[in-house]
């Protein structure tokens, strides 16, 4: 793709770059990897898997093209403000690969540094975020507890009554929190592993896993098999049927997220602002939109139709702090399926089965994990060896009665 043209580069300040094109290839009948899903962990491992361990016989087969799901649906905020240290640490390692994505790889994702701000409305809630600041510091993360008085300075536009309702007693600001293009995030992934070889076969869908006794040795297509030595999967919502061919039963299941962005509106609001009683947050977009999201529906459904409902009570939320909002328009309301997990953690690695792994369980905040989790399985499959890192994620952890709840820090719940 050609350099960004002047009028928007002209917008973007430091963001200026480049994105290099996508190498397409016709597809072989058999590779050394083959991962099924082209969203951001899929194209995430395929690139480390070339970049970190020289791995390029590789396939990624996406159903329909690449970033189609989660990953092109989000509102794009990285943070890593957890409240248990597996996932601090693994979240804070990935919030530092984002910062350094564009300098790795030349491309513009459009990261940039804003803060986040969880407001608390309650007591309890301000024990739970200064609980919160403590173990961020603890870990390394910058996140402090602030007061009204400083909430009111860094977002002016807040109503600390709440509407009266949801008093804004004070805040964590974790001021590490970022954001960045979540569709270039996609494309640079991408780019950077055809670039070393790597194949990308978009509109393939996987429609079942070949097997030999008990391992898997490739993936079923319309347009016949392929042969695989490892089978990863990374297909966000759709993991359950995917395992289902491998006889993996995941504890995981798959829910609707809604997100919504108004007209265009002067630029103002520095920060990304969310409330996790009130299970909503905002961020203004580089356009000037205000991109709002919320808590994922309760009842399970692939559904990604936008629901009327659900713009409502995202609505009526996030007008409760921030009062301005009510004389905007909405602009788009989309959705997308999320594979959330019984402890709200992710699950990454080896399932029981040989030669099929998963990374799954992103949820709704699985986007500012997509580098560390693409550079940790990536590292596996090399190995044959589970990083550190991510080995408190492991699917077997819930055999071991080693479950990761952190539902708190899920903030859209
Ligand atoms: C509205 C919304 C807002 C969000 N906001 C944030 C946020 O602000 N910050 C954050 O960190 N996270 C956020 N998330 C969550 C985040 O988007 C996801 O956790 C992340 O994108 C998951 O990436 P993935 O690669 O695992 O899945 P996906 O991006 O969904 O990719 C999976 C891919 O697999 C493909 N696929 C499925 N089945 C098959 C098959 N059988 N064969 C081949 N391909 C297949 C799909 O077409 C899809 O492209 C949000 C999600 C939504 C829906």
Known sequence: ???????????????????????????????DV???????????????????HGITNVAVLEADYIA??????????????????????????????????????????????????WLAHTEMAMRTERGRCLMNQALGVETELIGP??????????????????????????????????????????AGATE?????????????????????????????PIQAGIVLSAVGGRVTELAAHAGVRLPVRTHPLHAFV??????????????????????????????????????????RLSSFDALRSYAYKITRILPFLRDMRILRTWAGSCDISVDFSP????????????????GTWGFEAIPAGGEAMAELIATGRTPNLIAPFALDRFRQDLALADQGSAGTR
């Not at 536009?157 to 974790?174: F, K, M, N």
């Open 347 to 362: 699950i990454m690695g080896f399932t029981g089965v040989d030669g099929f792994l998963v990374t799954t369980g992103w």
């Open 34 to 52: 083959v991962i099924v899903g082209g969203g951001g962990h899929g194209l995430a491992t395929a690139y480390y898997l070339a970049t970190r």
């Open 262 to 303: 108004t007209n265009d509106f002067a630029q103002g609001l520095e920060k990304i602002v969310a409330s996790t009683e009130l299970a909503c947050y905002v961020s203004q977009t580089e356009r000037g939109q205000m991109l709002i999201g919320a808590e994922f529906d309760s009842q399970p459904s692939y559904s």
């Open 149 to 190: 008085a400083e909430v009111r300075r860094l977002v002016p536009q807040i109503d600390l009554t709440g509407s009266g309702r949801y008093p804004v007693l004070g805040a964590s600001h974790h001021l590490e929190g970022a954001t960045a293009r979540h569709d270039r995030v996609a494309w640079t992934f991408a």
């Open 196 to 224: 070393r070889g790597v194949h990308i076969l978009q509109h393939r869908p996987v429609t079942g896993l070949l097997r030999d006794g008990g391992r898997v040795v490739g993936v079923e297509t319309a347009a016949g």
């Open 68 to 117: 189609s799901g989660n990953t092109g649906r989000n509102t794009t905020i990285i943070r890593a403000n957890y409240g248990i240290p597996e996932a601090i640490r693994f979240y804070h390692h990935s919030l530092k690969l984002y910062e350094a994505l564009e300098s790795e790889t030349g491309a513009a994702i459009f990261h940039r540094r804003k803060g986040i701000l």
């Open 1 to 31: 793709m050609a350099a960004l043209n002047g009028e928007v580069a002209a917008g973007l300040g430091e963001h200026v770059g480049s994105l290099q094109p996508i190498a397409w290839h016709e597809a072989r009948s058999s590779y």
